[in-house]
């Protein structure tokens, strides 16, 4: 049986208050099209707000720290994110794992520190365009997903997030069939890894997707939903992606 599609926005480092009527707007459309899930991930300022307007849409947060509290400046604990109003949190996003220099180890760490707070978690993996064309990008993928892989994993808080590195705001998307077979790829590591509960795991491309490709990526075996940056940012391009899952 297939999974329930789950479409989420990375909002990333964008969003002001101003842009909380974006997140009404997107939560109506959500509202209209509730055979599939829907979340939007602001900047951690706008969670509570976000949360708060709309207590029947599902927000998240970008990341957070593995430890419960301490000598973190600048950090956030799954606690902090979950009382603001988050239900579940991106984790490994590759921007986190080139810019903060995040490992495989420390976003398993995260992602069990998430579900001990009874949060929902996003594990990102993906190659580099070197890695792809050294014929390497199987590999690359699956020992990511191996190394931040949490124990407890359960298809009810876990997702993984399929992003190719070389195609996140580039708009540029990998051929269909290059999903089909890394999705594929996924789902049996998945499958050594948790054993049976494997296929409930729900596994989202990302990467330069819109309302013009939603439906032919949505489409692929395995691809169980998006995660989306740019085209997040407002319902006017949102919207056909959440209406493409629901009619997937
Ligand atoms: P993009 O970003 O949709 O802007 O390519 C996706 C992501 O990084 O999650």
Known sequence: ??????????????????????????????????????????PATLIAQAADNNPDFMIGAQDCHFAAKGAHTGCLSADMIREAGAIM????????????????????????????????????????????????AVDIVCGQLEGSFP????????????????????????????????????????GKLMGDGADAVRILYGGSMNGGNA??????????GGLVGGASLTAEKFGPIIEAAAAA
């Open 215 to 224: 439906s032919e990526l949505l489409a692929v075996p395995n691809v169980d």
């Open 1 to 42: 049986m297939a999974n329930r599609k789950y479409i989420v926005g990375n909002w990333k480092m964008n969003g002001m208050r101003e842009q909380l009527s974006d997140i009404k707007e997107i939560a109506e459309i959500a509202g209209q099209n509730n055979q599939v899930d829907v979340a939007i991930c602001p």
């Open 89 to 136: 949190t991106i984790l490994g996003h590759s921007e986190r794992r080139a810019d903060q220099h995040e490992t495989d180890a420390e976003i398993k760490a995260k992602a069990e520190a998430v579900h001990a707070a009874g949060l929902g978690a996003i594990i990102c993996v993906g190659e580099t365009e070197e890695e792809r064309d050294a014929g390497q």
């Open 151 to 190: 124990d407890k994993a359960e298809a009810a808080w876990l997702t993984i997030a399929y992003e190719p590195v070389w195609a996140i705001g580039t708009g540029r998307v990998p051929e269909a069939s290059d999903v089909e077979e890394m999705h594929a790829a996924i789902r049996n590591k998945l």
